[in-house]
């Protein structure tokens, strides 16, 4: 989906993606009340930048899979933070990313996008190797 964005570019997408990626990058990423939780706001401005990178795909089975894929990995990613040591640049991730999608490097932004899904991937791992139970999550979730 992201080739395809990169091969049907508009300038009109190429602004949608800056100002995705700059509102993105403005937004604080924890609650300043609970730092183990990111804010819903973020989260919200996060799946923006991710739709806006392959919203010039021509293809809405493929953007309507990958928004399937999404929903099922936010709650892996979920997972992924807050390990010990588990430290990572998310923002630098995504203008990585955001750079070689508008400089039409398609290889190279398929490259970063994947980096940033194998990162999150290899975190989980990591807290589940660490004994994460996922169950504690769900219970803090409805104690709010």
């Keep these: 989906a992201?080739?395809?964005?990169?091969a049907h570019r508009t300038?009109?997408?190429e602004e949608q993606l800056v100002l995705a990626r700059h509102r993105l990058a403005r937004a604080e990423r924890r609650l300043p009340e609970?730092?183990?939780?990111?804010?819903?706001?973020?989260e919200k401005?996060?799946?923006?930048?991710?739709r806006a990178l392959i919203a010039a795909?021509?293809?809405?089975?493929?953007?309507?899979?990958?928004?399937?894929?999404?929903?099922?990995?936010s709650r892996?990613?979920?997972?992924?933070?807050n390990g010990p040591g588990m430290g990572r640049d998310d923002l630098g991730e995504h203008r990585i990313i955001a750079e070689r999608t508008l400089d039409?490097?398609?290889d190279g932004a398929v490259e970063a996008?994947?980096?940033?899904?194998?990162?999150?991937?290899?975190?989980?791992?990591?807290?589940?190797?660490?004994?994460?139970?996922?169950?504690?999550?769900?219970?803090?979730?409805?104690r709010r």
């Design 113 to 142: 996008l994947l980096n940033h899904y194998r990162l999150t991937a290899a975190m989980c791992m990591e807290r589940f190797a660490q004994g994460y139970d996922p169950r504690a999550g769900v219970a803090k979730a409805r």
């Design 104 to 106: 039409g490097d398609a």
């Design 45 to 50: 401005l996060h799946r923006a930048f991710h």
């Design 2 to 6: 992201l080739r395809e964005s990169i």
């Design 57 to 73: 795909c021509r293809s809405h089975w493929l953007i309507g899979f990958c928004e399937q894929l999404s929903d099922q990995a």
């Design 11 to 13: 300038a009109e997408w």
């Design 76 to 81: 892996y990613r979920l997972i992924s933070q």
């Design 34 to 42: 609970d730092p183990s939780t990111n804010d819903p706001e973020w």
